[in-house]
């Protein structure tokens, strides 16, 4: 393995000697991380709610003061008076509210003589959040208006006492597993797929090809040195961007081992995808076209920004076999969950499979010819 350890040392200096390229690398995911963290996770505020009296009894003065206890204190809605229906539904229509709800004329007579009252929440649902936040709390102050105003003696309902395991997770938390492995893939593409290609198209290549280095070495070479260069872009994007996501004790040496096991055999898994795909490509314009393709076809459907769970079938089965996948779920399990080896050792089986069919097939593609 002599020989394979000069190519490592070589693509190692060369990757000293390129600063730029190892701050670029990193940038990138730090700020994903940042911006969608913050741009998705934060809790909807300040949706702009109309309300049309019709009424004006006893019961339809309660809603309203319900409607305003929101408004002031978690401010997730701005409530605006109407006394016209039309009106309020153009402005509904023209965007400056985000929904009307209407107390019609008969709503305190029917809630004094339990006739089934009824409001209705008119809502802009061409944002799906923005509705489905606003028809939650809506229905949360109009179950309040429900409640019995004597405590019941005997409960005779049944309920549902909700008890979570983990404290609240951010949604920039969420998003720090599938950070991680974008860092990884980048430096897997960048600092590995595109100048690998680059060497082949300035002729640089044809040095290894008059050595007597098997093909083996040489693949083994340009995988380890470009998974060195990964695992230290993960790293170092484990540390910060567990800094910067507040996930508790980001320092904790045992969770640090784990984590840098699960970076190194992404890495290596990742690399060895890479050099499958490029071991018979030529043009240096390929790996840059494929890029946006590759991030798209393994990134989103991983789970790294949305549940499996509401992904179709067909993109199921490209999780199935997408290793970002696996990674980051392991990574979820260390960061979020802080588990142990037992929770994540069926995805680094997987890894560690896929790294060697994936290096095997490079190998035997592999040509020692021009």
Do not use: C
């Amino acid at each position: 393995m002599s020989r394979a350890w000069a190519i490592i040392e070589r693509e190692l200096r060369r990757f000293r000697r390129s600063p730029m390229l190892i701050v670029m690398s990193m940038i990138f995911p730090l700020m994903q991380l940042i911006v969608l963290g913050y741009a998705f996770g934060g809790n909807v505020k300040h949706l702009k709610l109309a309300i049309v009296d019709q009424d004006g009894g006893v019961p339809a003065v309660k809603i309203r003061e319900l409607a305003a206890a929101v408004s002031s204190g978690a401010r997730t809605l701005d409530l605006v008076d109407y006394t016209d229906q039309g009106i309020a539904m153009t402005d509904l229509r023209n965007g400056r509210v985000n929904g009307v709800l209407t107390i019609p004329p008969d709503f305190s007579r029917r809630s004094l003589t339990n006739s089934s009252p009824r409001v209705a929440l008119i809502s802009d649902n061409t944002d799906t959040f923005v509705s489905a936040t606003m028809a939650g709390t809506v229905s949360s102050f109009v179950s309040a208006l429900n409640a019995p105003t004597t405590p019941v003696r005997v409960e005779g309902a049944a309920g549902l006492d909700v008890v979570e395991v983990y404290p609240y997770v951010p949604y920039i938390q969420y998003l720090l597993p599938g950070s991680i492995t974008m860092s990884i893939f980048m430096m897997v593409m960048i600092g590995g797929g595109i100048i690998f290609i680059d060497d082949k198209a300035r002729g640089l290549h044809e040095g290894y090809l008059v050595t007597p280095i098997t093909k083996l070495e040489l693949v083994a070479g340009f995988n380890i040195s470009g998974t060195i260069k990964a695992v230290l872009a993960g790293a170092v994007i484990m540390v910060l961007g567990s800094l910067i996501a507040g996930v508790p004790s980001p320092l904790d040496p045992i969770r640090l081992l784990r984590m840098l096991l699960v970076v190194t055999i992404t890495a290596f898994s990742l690399i060895s995808l890479m050099f499958l795909l490029m071991v018979r490509v030529t043009d240096p314009l390929m790996p840059r076209a494929m890029f946006g393709l590759l991030n798209t076809v393994l990134y989103f459907p991983s789970g790294a920004v949305y549940p499996q769970a509401g992904f179709p079938d067909w993109m199921k089965v490209i999780a199935a076999v997408d290793p970002f996948t696996y990674a980051v779920h392991a990574f979820k399990s260390l960061l979020l969950k802080n588990t142990g080896f037992g929770a994540i050792a069926g995805d680094v089986l997987f890894l560690f499979v896929f790294s060697a069919v994936a290096m095997t097939a490079a190998t035997l593609l592999f040509r020692r010819t021009l």
